[in-house]
């Protein structure tokens, strides 16, 4: 989880208002724009200038899904949230549900430690932070191996950014008793765990997904690993549970990896079935409307109560009723329903006069023979076992997913769950453009000055307008402006009628840039300042704690 780029992490009221129904209305609620018309390319690239022009685009190409779907579960959302700067997730539903019943849930995210900590990292800070004080279990790393072998980076340069970065994690309210820190080069379950996965993985998938080729050197293939095994290793200390990783949407690669690698490594796969063929996801939903459909007419109405019981329903007769059906609008919009209603079709007529049954099946994907064992000792009620799998009839999809993680643990497996995520916006230089660490003026450390940090706000580029007069004519362009994201991501704080009045002052003119700037300014040298002596508070907890920031590691470094 690189977290060298000052825009992101490594892995709102509402907050709404009209923009949340009308994409082209303007904001009122001191939220942030929703780019929902392309601007640029979408490039996700995990040690590169993150790029993401069209956050939208993030839905449709990689399968990210919009915050505002889960954000109403979520129990007291984090200002980040409540504002739309946290835009986009991947199964953060299973995380808001485990917070919402006081079940146990985790999170974590890593720093590589390439530079002085900035106010990009504080969202991902302030992300652990909340999500700890919600009652997760959370884990910071610094990503030292990844920064020694991706960025040529020294040990003794490491070890001096790593302990600024645990720094300001805890002066801004980490608690190191209710969670854990550690170093990746430390860690030898992770390290462990990598082995593991990386049994999993093969090149081929990395050059398609990093672009990796013969001239990447093989410490910087092993860093990815270690970091997939750093994602999943909250579910090692305890047990599997819901775990969200705070990122920025160019460390998704990362996510979606991992997620990936996290599936491979069960014992067992779970899937629902029919009949005695296999079905992919969308020939599933397809016959799963034909049994529907045909169940319930045989069972006057009611298709539930014929789930788990023989019926008359056959395959030819499925076939021959979906061959006529047409799915809704919005289905044949999502995938390639045509492709696969004509598969489903010929496994239906192939299976003939096979009777159709709503059943859950467990494929030995991974397990000791044991383990398999067990596992059709634990299928209670009508059960069907076969080489290499096992069809359960009195089980829910979700039942069974618990028995094959209970049995897998038993028999040492990991029962790994797929990691969740939440992604959030990356902030605007203060210059315009990208921030940019090499652009000092762009950038505000949490290590500047304070009055430097003042100075820098002072001289940002805003969204106003030419003059005064246009300005109070026109109104200013706080969705375009870099000190009004300020307010927005973290001068305001938990303060939403800050960031509605500023924002409602800019957009009807009521508000000039002089004024509006001056007042971030002084904020921001209070921020900084008030932080710099969190932080030298923190020196003595951070010398208690176990974690060795002084390493004797040898080593010139990776890639340069």
């Known amino acids: 989880m690189d977290e060298d780029t000052p825009e992101g992490a490594t892995p709102p009221g509402d907050g709404r208002g009209d923009a949340a129904t009308d994409p082209a209305a303007p904001r009122t609620d001191g939220g942030t724009e929703r780019a929902d018309e392309p601007t640029e390319d979408v490039a996700l690239d995990p040690w590169g200038s993150a790029s993401v022009g069209d956050y939208a685009d993030l839905f449709a190409e990689f399968g990210i899904e919009a915050f505002d779907e889960v954000d109403d579960d979520v129990p007291d959302p984090h200002y980040l949230m409540r504002r739309g700067v946290i835009f986009g997730h991947r199964e953060y539903d299973a995380v808001a549900e485990a917070m919402a019943n006081d079940e146990p ?19 991902v800070f302030d992300e652990l932070i909340w999500h700890q004080r919600q009652g997760g279990d959370v ?52 390290q462990d765990l990598g082995f593991e996965l990386g049994a999993k993985a093969n090149f081929s998938e990395f ?49 979606r990896l991992t997620r990936d690698l996290a599936t491979r490594v069960r014992y067992f796969k779970v899937t629902e079935a029919f009949a005695s063929f296999e079905l992919d996801d969308d020939e599933r939903r397809l016959v799963r409307a034909a049994y529907d459909a045909l169940a319930a007419r045989d ?20 076939a021959e009723w979906l061959a006529d059906y047409e799915p809704p609008e ?40 044991e383990a398999f064992e067990a596992l059709i000792e634990a299928v209670e009620g009508e059960k069907r076992v076969f080489e290499g799998h096992v069809d359960a009839f009195d089980l829910t999809r979700g039942e069974a997913e618990s028995v094959a993680r209970e049995v897998e643990i038993d028999h040492d497996g990991f029962g790994f769950r797929q990691p969740s995520s939440i992604y959030h ?59 009004y994201e300020l307010y927005a991501y973290l001068l305001a704080g938990d303060d939403d009628e800050l960031t509605k009045e500023v924002y409602a002052e800019c957009v009807n003119g009521e508000r000039l840039c002089g004024g509006c700037k001056e ?37 010139t470094g990776g890639e340069h």
Request: hydrophobic letters at 35%.
């Open 207 to 255: 050059e398609a997904i990093y672009g990796f080729d013969g001239e990447t050197n093989v410490s910087h293939m092993q860093s990815v690993i270690t970091q997939t095994a750093d994602i999943l290793y909250p579910q090692l200390v305890d047990e599997p549970k819901p775990t969200v990783i705070p990122v920025g949407p160019d460390q998704d690669p990362h996510v």
């Open 139 to 190: 884990f910071g790393l610094i990503a030292d191996l990844e920064a020694h072998a991706a960025r040529g980076m020294s040990w003794d340069e490491i070890d001096e950014h790593a302990r600024s970065y645990l720094l300001s994690l805890l002066a801004l309210g980490f608690d190191p008793e209710d969670g854990e820190l550690y170093r990746q080069s430390d860690n030898r379950a992770v």
């Open 519 to 555: 007042q971030a300014a002084e904020l921001m040298r209070e921020f900084l300042e008030d932080h710099q002596e969190k932080r030298a508070e923190a020196e003595a907890l951070l010398d208690d704690l176990d974690i060795d920031l002084d390493s004797d590691r040898r080593g």
């Open 425 to 483: 916006r990356f902030m605007t230089g203060l210059t315009g453009g990208k921030m940019s660490s090499s652009i000092p003026a762009s950038h505000i450390s949490l290590l500047d000055d304070p009055e430097d940090g003042y100075d820098k706000v002072k001289a940002a580029t805003t969204g106003g307008r030419d003059t005064a007069e246009e300005q109070r004519e026109l109104g200013g362009e706080a969705d375009e402006c870099p000190v």
């Open 105 to 123: 849930f985790a999170a974590l995210s890593g720093f590589m430690p390439t530079g002085d900590p900035h106010i990009g990292h504080k969202l």
């Open 299 to 318: 069972g006057d109405g009611d298709a539930e109560e014929t789930d788990t019981a023989e019926t008359d329903v056959r395959c030819e007769d499925a």
């Open 330 to 369: 919005s289905d044949r919009e999502s995938v390639d329903l045509a492709a696969a209603k004509a598969t489903a079709l010929d496994k239906l007529r192939a299976g003939g006069k096979e009777p159709l049954r709503p059943r859950v099946r467990f494929f030995d994907r991974n397990a000791t023979d």
